[in-house]
């Protein structure tokens, strides 16, 4: 089975290429499963009801989320009837949504995917790794297919968690910082792992923000509103492919990850 996992989409150029190139991709690179994190994609802060349905109706199939998903308030009702679209399953009991999806990807083969967020510089929610272990019971014995998407901030943090869940889950992806890591590898007990997707979106500003109000910020340490950047459009994103059911490889492992990146011409 191969996975696409996109990294975190940022604003209308983010979910542009999304648009225009996902569907060739998913051809070309014979995918089976997509999944990316869309907490960013309204305007760089949030995510709405319209746009979830566009990355949907893209090729999308489950969209993950981090600290930013509370950003827009018309999110709340949409996401509590709306399971393929995941907050952090660590925030404490009692907020709408869910951090955990299972579904049947399109060659017929079961998956889940759970969304957790960490609490190194950011915000102290609960444990993700506890979080983890409660996430995996709930998960049935015949899904083969895990995928973890670690919203965190710190490299310690995420590859700990990989650690922790390898040979327990297929994938521990991490988002959040938009910069892509090159530490893509399988773990010992056959979970794949990569620090950081990184970003799609515009790669002309910081991190996808126009680089004038973040500089301003840095220099004068004074509040400014940061606009969605133009421009070197990039897709970052990892290919995962897994064992076949009843391979010698195992159940929930790996076979292979590795980082694309996509722009638009």
Known sequence: MRIL?????????GRQIVKDRLRDIVTQKEIDLVIANGENSASGFG?????SEELFAAGVEVLTGGNHI???KEIL???????????????????????LYLGT??????YAVLNLQGRVFMQPIDCP???????????????PIILV???????????ALGYYLDGRVTAVVGTHTHVATADEHILPRGTAFICDVGMTGPHAGVIGMEYA?????????QPGRFEVAEGDLQMNCVLIETAEPGSSVGSRRAKSIERLRFRLD
């Not at 995510?47 to 746009?51: A, K, L, M």
């Not at 949409?78 to 009991?93: D, G, K, Q, S, T």
């Not at 109000?213 to 340490?221: G, V, W, Y």
């Open 149 to 159: 998407d670690m919203h965190a901030e710190t490299t310690s943090e995420k590859i």
């Open 70 to 72: 509370w950003d827009r």
């Open 47 to 51: 995510i709405t009801p319209r746009i």
């Open 105 to 110: 990807a399109k060659n017929g083969v079961k």
């Open 129 to 143: 790794f506890r979080i983890a272990d409660h996430g995996l019971a709930r998960i049935p014995a015949d899904v």
């Open 77 to 99: 009702e949409y996401i509590a009837h709306e399971p393929r679209l995941l907050r952090p399953a660590n925030f404490p009991e009692g907020n709408p949504g869910g951090g």
């Open 213 to 221: 109000a973040i500089l301003k910020r840095f220099l004068d340490a």
């Open 5 to 13: 996992f996109i990294g975190d989409i940022v604003g209308s150029p």
